[in-house]
C-alpha cells in the first residue's frame, strides 16, 4: 500500500509541475479522471500498457516512473550528451563558413590570375586543419587513430601540391621522412588500437622496429642516391646497418632474452662498447688511418675519447654483471631454505 501511495504522490507532483490536470492527464491518456485519481491516491497502480504513454505525457524515463524519483543522473546524462550534440553542430558550422571565408575569394583570385596552383596549396592545408581540429570531433570511435589517418593523408597531399607548385622534386624524401618520423612516435599506440592489436599481438614490438628499420632504409638509399652517387651509398648503407645493428641488440636483449634486468643492463652496455669500437674502426678507416693506428692508445687524452667511452661502456657492464650475479644468488638462497 505504501509502494502505491509513494508512486501516487510521485505521479501527482509530476503531473502539477506540467500544470494539468487530473482531466487534462486522463484526457492524454485516454482514461477516466477517477482512474488517474486513484493513481494519485494509491488506490491502484497504473496499468501496464499505460507505462509508456504516462511517461511520454509526464516527461519522465520508466525508470523514474517504476522508482518514483527523479534519476538526476541520467538527467544529466542526458543534458550533457544534448548539449555536446549541439556543440558539435555549432562548432562544424563556424569552422565551415571560416573554410569558405578562405576558399571562395582564393578560389576567385588564382583564377582570375590564370592558375589554381596556390588555391591547391591552400586547400591541402585546409585538409590538414580540418583533420586536427574537426575529426576529433565528429568521429566517434577510434578518433586519435582516424585523426592521425586523415591528417598523414592531407600532410601527403600538402607536399605533392607544394612540389607541384614550386616545381621542386623532394615529394619522395619528404613522404619517406615524414613517414619514419610517425612510425616512430605514434606506431606504437597505432598497433594497441582494437582493431589491429588482434593482429599483432605479442610482436608490436617487432612490428615497429622493422617498420622503423625499413623506412630509414628506405630514406638512407633514396637520399644518398639522390643527392650523392654510390660511393655515398656504400658510406651511409653501411655506417646506418652500424647503427641500427646496435638499436637491435638492444631491443632483442630487453624484450626477448630472459635473465635479470641486471644482466641485461649489461650486455646492453657491451653492445654499446662494440658499436663505439665498430664506429670508431670505420669512421677512421675511411679517414685513411691504418688499423694499428686506430688501436693505439696515443693521444687517448686528446683524440681517442672513442677509446675512454669504451672502457667506461665495459666498466659499467662488469659492474652490472656483478651486480646480476649477487641478485641472482640473492634471489635463490631464500627459495632453497
Known amino acids: 500500500m505504501e509502494d502505491k501511495i509513494t508512486l501516487g504522490k510521485f505521479i501527482q507532483s509530476k503531473r502539477k509541475e506540467l500544470g494539468l490536470s487530473q482531466k487534462d492527464l486522463a484526457k492524454e491518456l485516454y482514461v477516466t479522471e477517477s482512474a488517474v485519481s486513484k493513481w494519485e491516491r494509491g488506490v491502484s497502480y497504473p496499468d501496464i500498457t499505460m507505462i509508456s504513454g504516462l511517461c511520454r505525457v509526464l516527461g519522465i524515463s520508466e525508470h523514474e516512473l517504476c522508482t518514483a524519483s527523479e534519476d538526476n543522473q541520467q538527467r544529466e546524462a542526458e543534458f550533457m550528451a544534448r548539449s555536446y550534440k549541439s556543440f558539435v553542430r555549432g562548432y562544424t558550422i563556424i569552422t565551415g563558413i571560416g573554410y569558405l571565408a578562405a576558399i571562395i575569394p582564393s578560389f576567385i583570385y588564382n583564377v582570375a590570375h590564370g592558375g589554381i596552383g596556390w588555391f591547391m596549396v591552400l586547400i591541402t592545408s585546409l585538409m590538414l586543419t580540418f583533420s586536427f581540429i574537426n575529426v576529433p570531433v565528429l568521429v566517434k570511435k577510434n578518433r586519435a587513430l582516424w585523426t592521425l589517418g586523415s591528417a598523414t593523408v592531407s600532410l601527403m597531399l600538402l607536399y605533392a601540391a607544394g612540389c607541384v607548385y614550386s616545381h621542386g ?62 660511393v655515398d651509398l656504400r658510406d651511409g648503407m653501411l655506417a646506418t646497418v652500424t647503427c641500427v645493428a646496435l638499436v637491435w641488440a638492444v631491443f632483442l636483449i630487453i624484450r626477448y632474452l630472459k635473465v635479470n634486468g641486471f644482466f641485461k643492463g ?33 693521444g687517448a687524452d686528446n683524440d681517442r675519447y672513442d677509446v675512454i667511452v669504451c672502457l667506461c661502456l665495459a666498466g659499467v657492464a662488469a659492474v652490472l654483471a656483478i651486480a646480476g650475479v649477487v641478485y641472482k644468488f640473492v634471489r635463490k638462497k631464500p627459495q632453497d631454505r
Open 266 to 298: 649489461a650486455l646492453c652496455f657491451v653492445a654499446s662498447a662494440v658499436w663505439v669500437v665498430a664506429m670508431t674502426v670505420l669512421s677512421n678507416a675511411w679517414n685513411g688511418m691504418k688499423l694499428s693506428d686506430i688501436i693505439s692508445l696515443k
Open 169 to 230: 622534386d623532394w615529394f619522395v624524401m619528404a613522404v619517406l621522412g615524414t613517414l619514419l618520423g610517425e612510425a616512430i612516435v605514434f606506431l606504437p599506440f597505432v598497433l594497441r588500437s582494437e582493431r589491429l592489436e588482434k593482429y599483432v599481438r605479442n610482436s608490436k614490438g617487432l612490428v615497429c622496429m622493422a617498420a622503423d628499420s625499413v623506412l630509414t632504409f628506405a630514406c638512407v638509399v633514396f637520399g644518398t642516391l639522390k643527392y650523392g652517387d654510390v
